[in-house]
């Protein structure tokens, strides 16, 4: 999330990750700070006003990581002409502006904020303007996948992942909640706002799964999607998975 770190900084750190891991480092991007205002500003002592300098920062980090110094005799070490892959990540419409714009790839946070995935994918092709890195567009849209060995698992463990959403959601606003008034508030206006969050969500069986990516990448417009794994515990995580790996080839 650059507008928390300095672009120099962000230029060095991830030189460095690129020349001790080549080709296989990709940087993504984002406005939002990733945390909550308290954390932002009293923990890591940043500016909420620096996201509006998000599309000059981008721009100058992309100088760092180049040949070409934003600042005469100052050069990124390590960093300098590594080209570390840049991918603006975003959940609105400004991102997909931004990248448009920017000649960069481009990923959507569908996963969380599905709100305007297609108008953001679409609008990104259509108004692209090609750079020398990237000549085409790139989309990559991020999708949560539920996978389990029978479709009544799937929907259990979804079950599982939408209560936990929302007690997560609740505590963030310090109210600790019983089981009682977890039920009554998931069934809530309010608890199905939240659910709804992860609206793209395959769940199923492999066949299933695999089915629902292929039809969600079609209407997202995606190069490549990114998969968020949502499961009732770490082991089925891990069944989900494979069950993943094996539809999905």
Known sequence: MLPNHAPYVIAEQFGMLEELYP???DLGLGRAPGTDQQTLGRALRRDPRAAENFPQDVQE????????????GVTAMPGYDTNV????????M???????QLG??????SHFAPQHLEQATAYYRENYQPSERHPEPYCIAAVNVTAADTEEDAKRQTTVVHRNRVRAFMGRQGKQLSDDQLDTVV????GRQ??????????????QVAEYLENFRTTAQADELMISLQAGSHEEVGRSMEILAEAWN
């Open 23 to 25: 080709g296989r480092i």
């Open 61 to 72: 980090l992309q100088a760092w990581l180049s040949n070409e110094s934003p600042l005469p």
């Open 85 to 92: 892959p840049l991918i603006i990540l975003g959940s609105s």
């Open 94 to 100: 400004f991102g997909a502006s931004l990248a448009a």
């Open 104 to 109: 960069l790839p481009y990923a959507f946070a």
């Open 187 to 190: 069934n809530s206006y309010q």
């Open 194 to 207: 939240i659910t709804d969050m992860l609206r793209y969500t395959a769940e199923g069986t492999g066949e």
